[in-house]
């Protein structure tokens, strides 16, 4: 295992740090750009995942819809019903709070497909489980508190 | 080696609604074994579903969406025979695509 690469990668991870690896040949343009494109997904914190994202503090709206009940059983699979009526909706993303890591899915939504959304997820322990929307360019969310009685990723 | 995803997609009143239950551990990378060792990461990262080779829905998945992943969407079109296609890529480059028609 090439360690320097590993280290690099850890104490970086801004855009610019890309960029100097795919100069210094460490990486090739493609895998650089994979990783940019997975924005989010190696946060540990809910603020770093939105904040990777480009969301900072979403506004709370309620033209959206999380459907999910109040306790499960099961923590492995949570399953989820998304509703959003705010128009031009692009994206959605699911975030479970307290898991190791909390960004668990993205949803980009093209034209003509509705936001009626029905996934499932892995819920570590009781916690918020957020929806955050990207619609015009702005982004919404909604949060809804979960109770699992067996942790979902252990 | 991987398994079939199964899909079932139905139109109604001009929209059709596409569900589909993929075959994947999704496994996270925190887990151990009986030995105690940890069972390295390997889960789906990206999933892409079409109609008629138009994208209707994509998605990027970390390690926290469930095992044998389980996704419900609806869109405006659709007629009955046309193809609709569940692709998905996982961490370790094994991908997968799969297709249904239209009931």
Known sequence: ?154 | MTNPTRIRATVRDGITEVRARLSHVMETGMRKNAAGVLIPAHFITDLAVSHNDRVVLSAQFGPSVSANPYVVFKFRGGAPGERIRVTWTDNLGESRSDEVAIA
């Open chain 1, 1 to 154: 295992m090439n360690h320097q690469r590993r280290r690099a990668l850890r104490a970086g991870g801004g855009l610019g740090l890309y960029a100097l690896l795919v100069a210094a040949g460490l990486i090739s343009p493609e895998l650089a750009q994979a990783a940019q494109k997975r924005a989010g997904f190696d946060a540990h914190t809910l603020d770093a995942a939105l904040s990777a994202l480009g969301a900072g503090k979403p506004a709370a709206s309620s033209d959206i819809e999380l459907n999910v009940p109040d306790l499960n059983e099961n923590g492995a699979a949570v399953r989820l019903g998304i509703v959003s009526r705010l128009p031009k909706t692009e994206q959605v993303a699911i975030l479970i709070e307290k898991n190791p890591s909390p960004l668990a899915a993205i949803f980009t939504i093209p034209e003509g497909t509705l936001v009626d959304l029905q996934t499932e997820v892995k819920v570590s322990e009781s916690c918020p489980i957020h929806v955050l929307v990207k619609a015009s360019g702005r982004f919404y969310s909604v949060r809804k508190d979960v109770q699992v009685t067996i942790g979902g990723c252990g």
